[in-house]
T-cell receptor, first 113, second 113 residues
Framework: DGGITQSPKYLFRKEGQNVTLSCEQN?????MYWYRQDPGQGLRLIYY???????QKGDIAEGYSVSREKKESFPLTVTSAQKNPTAFYLC????????????FGSGTRLTVV | QQQVKQSPQSLIVQKGGISIINCAYE??????FPWYQQFPGKGPALLIA?????SEKKEGRFTISFNKSAKQFSLHIMDSQPGDSATYFC????????????FGKGTHLIIQP
């Protein structure tokens, strides 16, 4: 079945550590996105990528970094510069042409301990 | 600046009733308006979407009403069921949506048996 796989489902980080969240899709979608979700907030865009080896900052990119070396993969690194990293992180993808539908993964819950 | 405002924040509806969630947007360049349904611990799933060239779209028990002049759109859930209990997000995008969706803050819907 085609879809988006995010791993791990739960992640704990000590203060001052960098952590990397994985996102893989087998939908042959061109574009991939990372969103952050906090209680009572909507989803806020962190980074997105429309093609391999290219990506753009979203609304809340500070303290995060990404790479897009393969079409299928779009990992997100939460760096120690992110002051409040505890959140639910969602990865999404879509085709660039035609239908505008976004497909979301099941998310990674990151907790700073 | 919040570009998509969603209300109410929470909603309780009796089984069989009509659930109504409203959104207002500011950016007149938005040209795609989807609604997403999210269950706890899961990623959002596309429910229904509309473009500004139509005023209403219906899929099963779910209807989007769109008022371009007022810059408002709403989701109506007819014959609401306990299984509809979830968080609902409205969203908007422009220019093909390649640069991401802008989300409302969500509505926590509870359908009472």
């Amino acid at each position: 079945d085609g879809g988006i796989t995010q791993s791990p489902k739960y992640l704990f980080r000590k203060e001052g550590q960098n952590v990397t969240l994985s996102c893989e899709q087998n939908l042959n979608h061109d574009a991939m996105y990372w969103y952050r979700q906090d209680p009572g907030q909507g989803l806020r865009l962190i980074y997105y990528s429309q093609i391999v080896n290219d990506f753009q900052k979203g609304d809340i990119a500070e303290g995060y970094s990404v790479s897009r070396e393969k079409k299928e993969s779009f990992p997100l690194t939460v760096t120690s510069a992110q002051k409040n990293p505890t959140a639910f992180y969602l990865c999404a993808s879509r085709r660039l042409q035609g239908n505008y539908g976004y497909t979301f993964g099941s998310g990674t819950r990151l907790t700073v301990v | 600046q919040q570009q998509v405002k969603q209300s109410p924040q929470s909603l309780i509806v009796q089984k069989g009733g009509i659930s109504i969630i409203n959104c207002a947007y500011e950016n007149t360049a938005f040209d795609y308006f989807p609604w997403y349904q999210q269950f706890p611990g899961k990623g959002p799933a596309l429910l229904i979407a509309i473009r500004p060239d139509v005023s209403e779209k219906k899929e099963g028990r779910f209807t989007i009403s769109f008022n371009k002049s007022a810059k408002q759109f709403s989701l109506h859930i007819m014959d609401s069921q306990p299984g509809d209990s979830a968080t609902y997000f409205c969203a908007a995008s422009k220019g093909g949506g390649a640069d991401g969706l802008t989300f409302g803050k969500g509505t926590h819907l509870i359908i009472q048996p």
